[in-house]
């Protein structure tokens, strides 16, 4: 009964973090898009020189 229930542990596991890392991707993949729209239709500065979309 003990090993039945310690592969079943594992199979949850085992699936949880496969959904958690494909989870994470797909949320990788949204921070990315975001980020190249952002560089790709920044504005200029008051100056006239280049600016920065981001504040870091």
Known sequence: MV???IVLLLALILFGAG??????????LAV??????????RGTSAAG???????W
């Not at 020189?49 to 504040?55: A, E, M, V």
């Open 32 to 41: 990315l898009v975001v980020w190249l729209l952002g560089f790709l239709f």
């Open 3 to 5: 090993p039945i229930l």
């Open 19 to 28: 959904f958690a890392l494909k989870a994470l991707w797909w949320i990788a």
């Open 49 to 55: 020189g280049r600016s920065r979309w981001y504040r």
